[in-house]
Structure formats: structure tokens, C-alpha cells
């Protein structure tokens, strides 16, 4: 596949650490690529890697081997191209709803009239917009995540990654923000990489699934999905018939790496 | 039935201001209660205190009068000998404290900025730390004289590794993940500083600020015990010597409210500039 296509690229990527015990193999010879408004999930047992695999396409860590590219560049550093939510919400407690959606645009010098017309029309569309100068604290979880969001959608990355931005939350709300996200990610044409614990929600949400080993964290399995985008959403996609046959397939390919770690 | 809907709606509405009315009273009711109890009971301990000493069932050389204290802590409002013992001590206290925070916050300031040069001279910051003050006082007196100098120097010690320790503390427990939020959303160094790690320490800082005027008073009293023939410490012991405990009292209440106003003054700051940390 040529880099034109691809949104992201990674070849060949090793990645050791220093620790106390001594040089950590994080991810070994991972090699795979994301396609332009495609809906990715990587998902793999606890400690395989993931998350230092956002880490990479986000510039915040660098490949001890092998390259990584986004939108056709080498990554070195971060790039406006990529944004990011995380499981915790990140939002500044000291600052209000509006003040924290505006966050990325401020560091990069927007003007505050701009900022804040932006900022309002997307807490409008979302519900928020009687919020706009309340604190943090006094949202729910849905909310704030929602706000997150907001945050990362303004500063208009091409790339959004997502780390497990739904487990804090409870059930039903998981599944609404679920619905959510994906169809206004979609909607807007974005590529997003989904790290999740939860095989339904990326069996729900993606277009491909990734399957990881454990660690040393190398690709194990790609699986093609697309329940979503045929069905028109997770909701329905999770009301699929393929659904239940998706789960275990993907379950008995983690479920290996359950049985090797048991003998 | 004669009473439309927006008729029971009125009288429903007035039913529940009544009892919001009610609520409120009775929680205003409460809080003038406890409050007269606590006037009750200095009134109280002061009646007895004076009648103790009037009757002879208590040595006012021994425990002061009430009725004497108030009449030192009168002249000091007129400007009595009181009064230029307690600027003098202001004086010292304050610019010990104000030196303190300033140096002590630009120093953490400094070692978060460069994280090998503080993670090198961290240890010694810990170690002056440890010694204890008093101890450096005879030290301080050699080097900077029986002075106004000493004093400073004995409130700005403890100040200084103080508001150093927890500037430097607090701004390394800036979380991880926001610093990396900002750092994906494009912020330079300094932008990280300046808008994360600046506002998460901002709580603590100001605890410590707070925690730092009973140093710098302590020290500047420990430095008028030592060597001076001014000030509040110096009042008290001289007076104590004296057996003029009514005195002794009176500078010890001039002390506790300048405490009282220093710390007023910086809750003041806390509550404009730090209020959604409930917890530092």
C-alpha cells in the first residue's frame, strides 16, 4: 500500500524501555496500517503494548527500531495531525467547561472571539452549552468525557486516538457516547484508533480489529468488522446476528494467550 | 372543586417558600446559638480568671489579670510602648515571610525548570531543612549583628525551604497524562509550565503560605529572645522577668492577631486564586 493511502504507517517497530528490572521489550516487529477515515481498534491482554502504541503515532514516544508515519510523514515529535482522549477525562479542574475546550486552540494562539464562537457551537450540538462557565467537577462522567472530546475535535486532527475513553463510565452511558462519537468521527471523515478492554465495544465500533499478543506486543490477528458501518451504528450493530460469532472469534484468539500464561 | 390547577399551583408555591423560610431560620437559629454559647464561654473563663485574682484565690504576679491586659492592649491602640514593640516585630516578621515565599517559590520554580540541576542539589535542600532553626540563631547573630538582620534571617529560613520544598514537590506531582495532553495539543515548555504545571501547584503553594506565617513569626520571636531590646519576644520575656504576666498576655494576643491578619490575608488569595482544590 502506498503512504498516500494510509493515515497511519508502522514498520517494523520495536520499542525497549529502561526499568528497574533492567531493558523492558515493549512491542516487537509491529508492523500495520490504518486507511483514511478507517475505525481501528487495537485490543490485546493487559500490558501488550497498546497504549505505548498510541503513544508513537501521538510523537510522545519515539521507536527504539523501525518507523512510524502519519499522514505520509515520519512522525518526530507531535504533529496537529493527531489528537487524543484518554480514559481519565484530563480536564483542568482550575478552569471552566469553555476555558478547557479551548485549550489546544489557546496554545496555539487562536483569537479569543474565534475560540469561543467554535467552542460554543460545539457544546451547543452536544447539550452543553449551559455549561459552558461551570467547573469540571460539578459534571457527571458522560459529560466530561464529552467535553474531552470537544477539546480534541477543535483543534481539527486528521487522526483522533482514543484510550479507552469509554471504561470509566457506566453502562447506558457507554453505549449513548458510544453512538456518539462514532457516527460525528464518522460523519466528519476522521481516522481513529480505539485502544478498549471491552471486545463488544470494538467489535461494535470498528471497521478492523487488531489483535495483539501479549507482551513483547506484536500484531497476532486482523480482524475485518465493518458491523457499524453496515448496521449505521454500534447500537445496531451490537443487535447483529454476526455479532455473537465476532465475539467469539475474537475472544478464542485472546483467549491463547490466556491458556499459554496458565502452563 | 371550585380551585383551577394555577391556583393550587400559587398556594403550593407559597407553602413551599413557607417552609424554605422555615428551614432557614431554623439553620440561622442554630448558628447564633453555638456562637452565643462561644462568647458565654470566654465571658465565662475571663469573669472567673478576674474574680480568681480579685478575691485572692489565684497571685496575679503569677497569672496576669484581665482587667490589666485589657488596659495594656489599650494603650497599644493609643501608642504605648506596646505598640513600637509590635511594629518592630511586624517589620521583621513580615519581610522574613515575604523574602521567603518569593525566593522559596522561584527556587522550585527554578529546579522544576531544570530537572537535573534540581534533582542534584534537591538533597541539600532537605538537609538545611533538618537543622533546626533555633539552632542556626547564634550563627545568624556572628554574621549579621544584634540587628533587625538576625530576626529576618531566623523567620526567612524556615519560610524560604518551606515554600521551596513544596513548590518543587507539588509542581513534579503535575500529572503525567496532562502533561502529555498539552504536549500532543502542541504547548511548549513553557506553555506547560505556565498553564498546567503553574495552576495544579497553585493549592499547595498556597497552603504553605499559610502554614509559613506561624514559621516566620516563630522565628522572629526565637531571634528577639536571643539577642534584642526590641520587640514582642523581647516584651515578653523581659516582662515575664518582671512578673508582669498581665503584660506578657498582652503581647502574646498583639501576636496571635497579627498572625489572625497575615493568614486572613492569604485565605484571601487562596479562595480568589486556588478555590476548586478543596484538599491542599
Redesign the interface.
Known amino acids: 500500500m502506498s503512504f498516500d493511502q494510509s493515515a497511519i504507517k508502522l514498520c517494523g517497530v520495536v520499542v525497549k524501555f529502561a526499568s528497574r528490572a533492567g531493558v523492558v521489550t515493549a512491542l516487537r516487529d509491529l508492523s500495520f496500517d490504518v486507511k483514511r477515515s478507517e475505525f481501528v481498534s487495537l485490543v490485546g491482554p493487559s500490558g501488550c503494548g497498546k497504549s505505548t502504541c498510541l ?1 508513537l503515532v ?3 514516544r519515539t521507536p527504539t527500531r523501525g518507523d512510524v508515519f502519519v499522514e505520509g510523514r515520519r512522525v518526530n515529535g ?1 504533529s ?1 495531525d ?3 482522549m ?1 480514559q ?1 477525562d ?1 480536564l ?3 478552569r471552566t467547561v469553555l476555558e478547557n475546550v479551548i ?2 486552540l ?3 494562539g487562536k483569537a479569543k472571539a474565534e475560540m469561543r464562537d467554535l467552542a460554543e457551537s460545539y457544546l451547543r450540538s452536544f447539550g452543553l452549552l449551559e455549561f459552558a462557565n461551570a ?1 469540571p ?1 460539578h459534571l457527571s462522567g458522560g459529560m466530561r468525557q464529552r467535553i474531552s472530546l470537544i477539546r480534541t475535535l477543535l ?1 481539527d486532527p486528521k487522526i483522533i486516538l482514543l484510550d479507552e475513553p469509554f471504561s470509566a463510565l457506566d453502562f447506558q452511558t457507554r453505549l449513548i457516547l458510544e453512538d456518539e462519537i462514532w457516527s460525528l468521527l464518522k460523519s466528519e471523515g476522521r481516522t481513529v484508533v480505539l485502544i478498549t478492554h471491552d471486545i463488544n465495544e470494538a467489535i461494535a465500533m470498528s471497521d478492523r480489529i487488531l489483535v495483539m499478543s501479549k507482551r513483547p506486543g506484536t500484531l497476532k490477528r486482523e480482524i475485518t468488522v465493518e458491523l457499524a458501518r453496515v448496521a449505521g451504528s454500534p447500537l445496531e450493530a451490537r443487535n447483529r446476528l454476526e455479532f455473537g460469532a465476532y465475539f467469539a472469534d475474537v475472544w478464542k484468539t485472546i483467549d491463547v494467550d490466556l491458556q499459554l500464561r496458565a502452563s | 372543586m371550585s380551585i383551577s390547577n394555577s391556583e393550587l399551583a400559587d398556594t403550593l408555591a407559597i407553602e413551599d417558600r413557607d417552609l424554605e423560610g422555615a428551614v432557614a431560620r431554623a439553620e440561622r437559629r442554630d448558628r447564633f446559638a453555638v456562637l452565643g454559647m462561644r462568647i458565654a464561654f470566654i465571658v465565662g473563663v475571663l469573669a472567673l480568671w478576674e474574680v480568681s485574682v480579685r478575691v485572692g484565690w489565684a497571685q496575679e504576679l503569677l497569672i496576669g489579670q484581665p482587667s490589666r491586659i485589657a488596659h495594656f492592649l489599650a494603650e497599644t491602640l493609643i501608642g504605648g510602648e506596646l505598640l513600637q514593640h509590635a511594629m518592630i516585630t511586624g517589620l521583621e516578621a513580615i519581610t522574613g515571610y515575604g523574602l521567603g515565599v518569593i525566593l522559596g517559590t522561584s527556587t522550585g520554580f527554578l529546579m522544576w525548570w531544570l530537572p537535573r540541576f534540581g534533582r542534584t542539589v534537591d538533597p541539600y535542600f532537605i538537609a538545611i531543612s533538618a537543622i533546626p532553626t533555633v539552632a542556626l540563631a547564634p550563627l545568624f547573630l556572628v554574621w549579621l549583628g544584634l540587628g533587625i538582620a538576625t530576626k529576618i534571617a531566623l523567620g526567612f529560613k524556615t519560610v524560604f525551604l518551606v515554600m521551596h520544598l513544596t513548590t518543587y514537590a507539588s509542581l513534579r506531582q503535575t500529572p503525567a497524562e496532562l502533561v502529555d495532553l498539552a504536549t500532543v495539543l502542541g504547548a511548549t515548555r513553557f506553555q506547560i509550565f505556565r498553564k498546567v504545571a503553574v495552576p495544579s501547584s497553585l493549592p499547595w503553594v498556597l497552603s504553605a503560605m499559610k502554614v509559613s506565617i506561624g514559621f516566620a513569626l516563630t522565628g522572629t520571636v526565637v531571634g528577639e529572645y536571643v539577642a534584642a531590646n526590641k520587640g514582642l519576644g523581647y516584651l515578653t520575656l523581659y516582662a515575664a522577668q518582671l512578673y508582669e504576666m498581665s503584660l506578657v498576655w498582652a503581647a502574646i494576643i498583639v501576636l496571635v492577631c497579627m498572625s489572625l491578619v497575615m493568614l486572613s490575608i492569604v485565605s484571601a488569595l487562596r479562595t480568589r486564586f486556588a478555590s476548586w482544590n478543596d484538599q491542599a
Do not use: D, N, Q
Open positions: 503513544g501521538a510523537g510522545l507531535p496537529r493527531v489528537g487524543f484518554l481519565k484530563l483542568m479542574p482550575w485549550f489546544g489557546e496554545l496555539r467547573k467537577s483543534t
